[in-house]
């Protein structure tokens, strides 16, 4: 029978240096032949997932994106956007000002365009990953001609201002979600956002029972994937916290093949 897979990409997928080795690469291109399907599902924006996966090969028939936490999915073999639940440029406007009277870097994204207040040591962070056209300016909401997936906050040095800005976005706007993707990024998103909502929408679309999901990950953005999958993997190398929410911890890390080597008995 058709399996489904969902695995982050940052931590998870790819190693430390942001590849993938010919080992992996083999096996999700023999996941494709055989007949399952491959959904990379990631904070990052669809330019960014496309491009990456793009330049290391792993592109592969019925392919999927579920991107900037499962605010978008795109299915890669017909060049659409499936399922889009954005922020309101209305919330944009109120996150983006409240960051900046907390002193705490925001950024948010057009389709291939990262916006940002100003040059910074936390764009320039960013960027080394997930490089984007980078345009700067006080008013997003001014530029964006329709609402984005989501916002972003970087404090690269302090994870608990962080928490307290994620913690009085939600009280002030219950209607937005907030999670982090890494000690470092705090991600906005809508209420109806969501991985483990993204999941549960592509199974239901494409008829596959969810009990013959799998999801990966490593991140506390991972968890709702992890839970609504049938089989939910955390990666090793991940947060501690995400491991009760797991059915499999893999038994190598993300920079050895820690999830090819679990999957390839699953789908292969």
Partial sequence: MKKILFTDMDGTLLNDDSKVSDYTRSVLHDISMKGHVIVLSSGRSIHSILDTAKKLDIVVPGMFICAANGAMIYECDADKVLY????????????????KNEGIH???YSDKELLVPSK?????????RCPHPLII???PWDILKKPPVKL????????EKLDRFGKKISDIYPHLNTLFSNQMYLEVISKDAGKGTALKWLCNYLNIPISLSYAAGDQFNDVSMIKAAGTGIAMSNGDPAIFEF???LSE????HDGLSQYIVKEFI
């Fill in 84 to 99: 889009y639940s954005p922020v309101s440029l209305e919330d944009v406007k109120n996150v983006w000002n409240l960051a």
């Fill in 137 to 139: 300016t006080d008013a």
């Fill in 246 to 248: 797991a059915d499999i």
């Fill in 120 to 128: 910074s040591k936390e764009v320039d962070y960013y960027m080394i």
């Fill in 106 to 108: 925001i950024q948010t």
């Fill in 152 to 159: 972003l906050a970087i404090d690269l040095n302090d994870h």
């Fill in 252 to 255: 190598f890390d993300n920079n």
